[in-house]
């Protein structure tokens, strides 16, 4: 970015503005829309701004963004200089004047630019139509925070930090056997990933009144086979806590064996409730949030099944599914999370933005 200054907008500064606009609309997602060609021409007047500021590379003008409250309307960066840094120290410069969250649309023609903002600390909050040039068109919404949402974020453990869902399918056959109930093959084993966790039981013919013993046995074999973590999981952890952000842990298995999994991110952790039935977890959330003084509208429970979404909706808390563990995304979707992440990066973002 050497060589790459930024400021405010002048009137001598419009023809290369207009020219850059059009020529980097063009190279990205105008390309993609060859029905409306005739916007992007030098001669489009530039859309109205609260705040239009320049990037100078060389003496000259490279690139601008535009913002209208704390919305970045525009970012366009000459495609002769891109690669330069030129639309991250406009975008920064646009970050500065915000006090607050910063949003923006993409059109969804153009992943570069999701992928770009994203790597910037941008998280999609869903699609929309909007009309573009006289027509329709989809675009991502984004938004990057710059406070953290929550001030309590409780995560469930196997499948969520942990990735013991291999784990689990290679002991289920070994589960069902000692405790009657029917084993599955690979192929039905991926199906029952698509489906509810109390569905999964019935399909199982899991008997209610063997749960807790079933849950006990499978804490007792998880001691013998630690799962390892997600990687990034002790770097989310050790943000969170950097951002004042308090984390708690409530899972079936056993506190010990959750400690010895997480090794010295444990110490990040300042709440465990372990042990809980496995469709008992709306309890131990309560519980959790009663001992941390926390508010229920700044909690997050954080999980990988579709139980962990019913137990904090029971429990009257926000919820977040991830979909890395146990659980399909579709499986997820039709429990109803508030929030869905498919990345790590994605859900550290949120949590603990900047």
Known sequence: MSGVSVRAFEEADRAACQRIA???ALSSYGARMPERAGRFTPEAPLEPAEVRLVAVADGEVAGLVELIGAHVANLFVDPARQGRGIGSALLAAAEARVAGDVTLSVFTVNPDARRLYERLGYVVEGRREISFAGAPAEVWRMRKLRTPPYRLVIFDFDGTLADSAEWM?????????????????????ERLRGRSSRQIVKALGVPAWKLPAIAKHMRALSAEAPAPLFPGVPALLERLAAAGVE?????????????????????????????????????????????AGVPRGQVLSVGDETRDVEAARKAGLASAAVTWGYATEKALAAARPDRMFRRLDDLAAVLAPG
Do not use: H, W
């Open 169 to 189: 399918i290679g002991v289920l056959n070994q589960v069902a056997v000692r405790y009657g109930f029917r084993t599955a093959d690979a192929a039905e084993i």
């Open 247 to 291: 984390t708690a842990v409530v899972s079936s298995n056993a506190e010990a064996n959750v400690r010895r999994a997480l090794g010295p991110a444990a110490a990040t952790v300042g709440r465990f409730a372990c042990e809980a039935a496995m469709f008992g977890k709306a309890r131990k959330l309560a519980g959790v949030v009663r001992a």
């Open 22 to 24: 059009a020529a980097a």
